[in-house]
DNA sequence: TTCGCTGATATCGCTTCGCGATAGCAAGGC
DNA sequence: GCCTTGCTATCGCGAAGCGATATCAGCGAA
């Protein structure tokens, strides 16, 4: 029971959702992006949350070769930007109440 | 999957705990102010995990009898103020992020 | 006093999720 | 061919979500 971390769970998935509307992210830069803010996250979860994202269709992908290698490329759908705005709502009442 | 649910769920954690520092609250009442707030949430939901949150030290818990019903009061422990300190910092973050 | 009624808490059962570990996969260098 | 490297995917088990259901203690009415 790490309450932190479990708060930053929830929180992944808008952070997904944030970036992969800017550009067109894919799983490991996005992995180090996460990292980055503190948010650290196992291969084992992130990835089954990008295909749930996905399957929810709040995101598309779709594979792209750069140097050879196969990546495949997340971007925000129209559905997952007002996902993303629902939950920017819940946040900012979220820090009104926590305050 | 739904995303803005998931993120309402980490957020409850920080909620009951935010709650519990200023009152001595109880599972039903607890239940009707989160739901004032949009956080709808289950019995089956809370429970467990105010037990968890009790269990890991962040609230303490003492049965009380209120007009001859027995309620369990829940109170926030120094660790699991320490705990909502820290929850507070990353969603400061977290709202600079996604902003 | 026995029988529901009511409000509070607890648990069950199934499903989903988290996540470390591990595997798969394609291109380049040897 | 066969490692190595960098992404992506999956496996397996434990934990969590949650609707439904059960339990439990006083209360009032018959």
């Known amino acids: ?5 479990e708060f930053r769970n929830g929180a992944l998935r ?3 959702l944030r970036h992969a ?11 180090e992006w996460l990292a980055a803010r503190g948010h ?3 291969p084992g979860t992130l990835y089954p949350l990008l ?3 996905q399957d929810a269709g709040l995101l598309k992908s ?6 050879g290698r196969r990546v495949r490329r997340y971007r925000t759908t129209k559905r997952g930007k ?14 009104a109440d926590v305050a």
Chains 1, 2 share one sequence.
């Open 14 to 16: 808008l952070l997904v």
């Open 21 to 31: 509307t800017d550009a067109e992210v894919h799983g490991a830069l996005l992995s």
């Open 40 to 42: 650290r996250v196992s």
């Open 51 to 53: 295909h749930r994202l």
């Open 62 to 67: 779709r594979i792209e070769v750069v140097d």
């Open 82 to 95: 007002r996902a993303l705005a629902e939950c920017r709502a819940v946040l900012a009442e979220l820090a």
């Open 1 to 5: 029971m790490d309450v932190v971390r």
